[in-house]
């Protein structure tokens, strides 16, 4: 047993025992043939992912709670932690994309139990609990919107809304929670932590380029998620002249190329993206009469995100116009751009730097549950570099001396904002 009294900068939590724990996690839903996982939020793969999850969380003495929504949450609490006091909580998420990679999101959860045992090991009592969340259908790859869970987490959505949200598969949220079993009793919106951090992989190519170890980060851009629906007509691809066309599948072309050129105009943090498109009847030789796609736009600056948002509908309104098509649109998913507490974000580079690492300070260009825990609680992330800016990706790395150097971080943090060692 390691003594925690002397030193508490001296504690290390282990890099192998981190790494076999993603690499467990990883197995369920592995794509063959590569080092991804596919764990689509409520479905039997992210049902294996839970168990195993909570089965860790019960192992080392927590205790775990589900709520209405799915999220699941273990608190610990050393031999002399004041266990009436809101809990230090970290955590993230374990439901992936399709062809997802095995660190995004399941790194903070697990880094989170390995934070835990590191401390049961060495004896050592925090004064405040520590909580280690996972929250359900971060991704919205299945249910929008993305960070559902933790949306709903801190009454950002009311619960009845959330169970009665529609998947891309005609699924519905409330009847997947409870087929997998994962449909609590605790209470949403949760009473809110004493504080939130989120350790996560970058998710692109800042840190990896610059030869950061640590990211401090400052907050997330702000997400904007529309679905557009455009009915023209189906023709023949042969005989129907272009000037008398309805073409739905040209106007989602069109939409897309303006997507991009309305991005590169902006300049600075604006992106965007169409990431899904579906046509209909979807032949060759026929003039698409259906296209369906969705369209991702995000800004750290919310009047910038609005005016590309209003650009964009100005966009889609002249060209129905003008090639006698309808579009409708329908929003997914809409938040603004979040500030993480900068004294938190000042306590990440410190502790960063009291373990030998220079941090950058960034903002975060996806979407996170801290951003959500911002809303109730002082919250922060650490970044740790993904390789080649590869996510979203079965190809998606980092080295394990980084997933160790982070957790050491994330470690310390806890400690410090749960008041220290007993």
Known sequence: MRSASASPLALRVSGRRLLDRIDELAAIGAIEGTQGCARLALTDADRRGRDLVTASMRDLGMEVAVDGVGNVVGIWCGAAT?????????????????????????????????????????????????????????????????????????????????????????????????????????PCPATPPHAFVELHIEQGPVLDTEGFVIGAVEGVQGISWTELTIVGQSNHAGTTPMHLRHDAGYVAAAVTTFVRDLALESGGTQVGTVGALTLHPNLVNVIASRATMRVDLRNTDEARLGEAEARLATFCDELAAREGVTVEARRLARFEPVDFDPSLVDKVAATAAALGHRARRMPSGAGHDAQMLARVCPAAMIFIPSVAGISHNPAEFTDPAHLEAGANVLLHLLIDLAGGLC
């Open 82 to 186: 004041d266990a009436s006091l809101a809990p230090v909580m970290t955590g993230s998420h374990i439901d992936t994309v399709r062809t997802g990679g095995r660190y995004d999101g399941n790194l903070g959860v697990l880094a989170g139990l390995e934070v835990v045992e590191t401390l049961s090991e060495a004896g050592a009592s925090p004064t405040r609990p520590i909580a280690v969340a996972f929250f359900t259908n971060e991704e919205g790859a299945r249910f929008p919107p993305d960070m559902l869970g933790s949306l709903v987490y801190v009454g950002g959505m009311p619960l009845e809304d959330a169970l009665d949200i529609t998947g891309i598969d005609g699924t519905n949220v409330g009847a997947e929670l409870e087929k997998i079993g994962y449909r609590g009793a605790a």
